[in-house]
């Protein structure tokens, strides 16, 4: 059974929202190259080749639900910040 870290989801909710490596870095505080790290293990653990693959392959297997935003590590929702220049209309 495939388990998957609450980055691994993170950064497999924002690619499914069209956001970037470099954006979705952003978000969570990593650098890109750390996301594309993050995608590469995604790859492996889910038998894929592309970041819509790993999308779709979560979500069939209930791996990711894109109806929550998944948030690694936060505690108090307050103390998340998101630069203005790649806010999703969610947080809008």
Known sequence: MVKLTSRHRAC???????KTSWEIGQILGITERTVNFHFGKLYDLL????????ITA?????????????????THPQTLTIPDSIQPSLFQ
């Not at 497999?12 to 069209?18: D, I, T, V």
């Open 12 to 18: 497999l909710y924002w690619a499914s929202q069209g």
């Open 47 to 54: 038998g894929v080749h592309t970041r819509q693959a790993a």
């Open 58 to 74: 979560a979500v069939q297997r209930q791996l990711l639900d894109l109806n929550q935003v998944p948030i690694p590590g936060l």
